[in-house]
């Protein structure tokens, strides 16, 4: 972390004592701005058949609206490939389960915040992304340093829901990561919160692989309704990690087979790993997931 960065944060946005950064995360300072106006000056407003696209800055931090009440990616202006949102860290402890994924499906493209992370974080996996709105992807080109051309990402301008449905199992590689994150201005989009949808995101997992949902709490969100579901679906193979704050975000992580969790001492190895190359508290993230999941895990 620079100095610069380190200077700002203090000041505007704060961070805990393993330097991991907290714009956005759940706490009671930060819960309004994920669901407030814009925060910050706006560089670009436009608007498509789905709604209003803004792209605002505050400071070092540059971020994507979907509407005025949704904030969907933020990115540091000097360093695009690092994690703001801590939501986007956290569901990123996927890679505690598999390390180095070959292939991963993104669901939903947003300002590209996890596409890039994994592209530096796993330079041999091919990504997959699928977004819906052809002006989300060409926001995340211009305003969020998304690769125009990188040998291994394809980004699909098409729905989700219709392109996992579609998909042809025996004729096609799974896959070892599939992140579901497709959100609008309203929320997590309807069609991904279907069982017929997830039993076929189980279908495309490789036979280590990990399914990471993007749920959230709350007296209108959508979890625990989707955990339920994914856990019926993946025969109780699941994980939660929900994320402090009484309106924020749950992470569930759905697994072909729970064996991978049986070695306690390797996933906290991994986890420390992680944590050393990339800055991010992964050890943390493990910790309370095994907290959260306490009867799956074998010391």
Known sequence: MTDKIATFLSKRLKFDGNQNFLCCAPRKEFEDFAVSDYDGTVIHKNR?????????????????????RSVQSSMFIDFPDD???YYSRAIMSALIFNRYPKRALIIGLGGGSLVKFLLRACPDCRITVVELRQK???????YFSLPENHANLQIINADGWQYIMDRRI???????????????DSGLATAVEGIDFMTKCKQCLSRDGVLAYNLWTGPNGNFPRCRDMLDRVFDGSVLQL???????????????KMAILRNLKKLRKTARQLRSDFHIDFAKFLDTIRQQNNRFFIV
């Open 136 to 142: 989300v992807i060409e926001l995340a080109h211009e």
């Open 83 to 85: 994690l703001v949102l």
């Open 48 to 68: 498509d058949t789905f709604g209003e696209l803004i792209v605002a800055e505050s400071g070092l931090v540059r971020s994507l609206y979907f509407g005025k």
């Open 170 to 184: 025996e004729e096609s590689s799974p896959f070892d990561l599939i992140f579901v994150d497709a959100y609008d």
């Open 242 to 256: 929900v994320l402090p704050g009484k309106k924020g975000h749950a992470l569930v992580f759905a697994f072909q």
